[in-house]
């Protein structure tokens, strides 16, 4: 799979949180709530300051760095930390060098293959935290996503 090297800045994402890991037999069912609680119930409308219409699938907080659990955060980019309601959980992307990988298709089909393939790949990955950028809301048939993977320096 083709990437690019990127330098990211510090990104502050809000949105709902879970934790699963690989072996989780309803992993996906877990990450599937969360989107669905994220635009079904109205979390992605009330989230003020937004940075741009993208949505974002973060995964943080590795326990050992070969994706035993995880976080799981569905959100979006905000310019500015507040008090958010309970239930609403704020996370930092820390800045640094990631591998950018820009995924089409079909919203669900691409990422789920994407990353069937990057477990494959022989990056030197950080384990710090990944993240899926959806630049095409609306369109699952259709999507662009970019998939950042932290990288070690």
């Not at 690019?4 to 690989?22: D, H, I, P, Q, Y």
């Not at 072996?23 to 979390?43: A, C, H, P, R």
């Not at 704020?90 to 640094?96: E, L, N, Q, V, Y």
Request: a negative charge; hydrophobic letters at 35%; proline letters at 1%.
């Amino acid at each position: 799979m083709k990437y690019e090297v990127v330098e990211l800045k510090e990104k502050t994402v809000v949105g709902l949180t879970a934790r699963t890991s690989n072996q989780d037999e309803n992993m996906t069912k877990i990450i599937g709530s969360l989107w669905q609680k994220f635009y079904g119930d109205g979390v992605y409308e009330s989230i003020p300051d937004k940075q741009n219409d993208c949505s974002i699938g973060l995964y943080s907080n590795y326990n050992d760095g070969a994706s035993d659990a995880y976080d799981v955060t569905v959100g979006c980019e905000v310019s500015e930390v507040k008090d958010w309601p309970v239930g609403i959980d704020s996370k930092t992307i820390a800045a640094g060098k990631y591998a950018r990988f820009v995924v089409r298709g079909h919203a669900q089909t691409a990422v789920a293959d994407f990353w069937t393939k990057l477990w494959g790949m022989d990056l030197n990955r950080k384990f710090g935290c990944d993240f899926e950028e959806y630049q095409s809301e609306g369109d699952l048939e259709n999507s662009e996503i970019h998939i950042y993977i932290s990288l070690k320096d």
